[in-house]
T-cell receptor, first 115, second 112 residues
Framework: DAGVIQSPRHEVTEMGQEVTLRCKPI?????LFWYRQTMMRGLELLIY????????DSGMPEDRFSAKMPNASFSTLKIQPSEPRDSAVYFC?????????????FGPGTRLLVL | SQKIEQNSEALNIQEGKTATLTCNYT??????LQWYRQDPGRGPVFLLL?????KEKRKERLKVTFDTTLKQSLFHITASQPADSATYLC???????????FGPGTRLSVLP
């Protein structure tokens, strides 16, 4: 299995532009998580899907952020409009969630820089 | 609000010694606790899980303890090696991924 796939790996954009991050979870996993990691705030959970349905989006910072999971093999995180403070590494993780405490498998991350 | 602390931002130890990392939490009653390893430029990788009704778990050179009274987990790496140098994150969760929260991490450096 290729593991969790994220694209792009690096993104540089200018303030005000729309940014779309993509994630392909591990086949057969029914839960998907989006995280943001910065030096100041560490690893923060943004949103969590189970069977393609958003379960907890309380970590989404504001209306500029939106996430979708149209099917079991694809998810997007969109920032519109982007701001310099959105610069961070964004991770996608998936989990089979067959058990109550299932582990998460992380992708390599997308390093976003907003100028 | 929930708070997770990990003993120190960075920890340096000599090769061959035992590294002990601490994870403390407040305002939370987790069903389980996990430890992850993160190398620079990569995503976290799962190492060990311990449930609220378990006191200790071992895997090769790794050992985790969980004290729900003290609200603390200890993570030990015995016979440490330079290859163990990484950032170690603890994470707490309720059942089925609810309320899943990571600690800030401890950067471990094992010196040859």
């Amino acid at each position: 299995d290729a593991g969790v796939i994220q694209s792009p790996r690096h993104e540089v954009t200018e303030m005000g532009q729309e940014v779309t991050l993509r994630c392909k979870p591990i086949s057969g996993h029914n839960s998907l998580f989006w995280y943001r990691q910065t030096m100041m705030r560490g690893l923060e959970l943004l949103i969590y899907f189970n069977n393609n349905v958003p379960i907890d989006d309380s970590g989404m910072p504001e209306d500029r952020f939106s996430a979708k999971m149209p099917n079991a093999s694809f998810s997007t995180l969109k920032i519109q409009p982007s701001e310099p403070r959105d610069s961070a590494v964004y991770f996608c993780a998936s989990s089979p969630m067959d058990r109550a405490e299932e582990t998460q498998y992380f992708g390599p991350g997308t390093r976003l820089l907003v100028l | 609000s929930q708070k997770i602390e990990q003993n120190s931002e960075a920890l340096n130890i000599q090769e061959g010694k035992t590294a002990t990392l601490t994870c403390n939490y407040t305002n939370y009653s987790p069903a389980y606790l996990q430890w992850y390893r993160q190398d620079p430029g990569r995503g976290p990788v799962f190492l060990l899980l311990i449930r609220e009704n378990e006191k200790e778990k071992r895997k090769e050179r790794l050992k985790v303890t969980f004290d729900t009274t003290l609200k603390q987990s200890l993570f030990h790496i015995t016979a440490s090696q330079p290859a163990d140098s990484a950032t170690y994150l603890c994470a707490l969760g309720s059942n089925y991924g609810q309320n899943f929260v990571f600690g800030p991490g401890t950067r471990l450096s094992v010196l040859p």
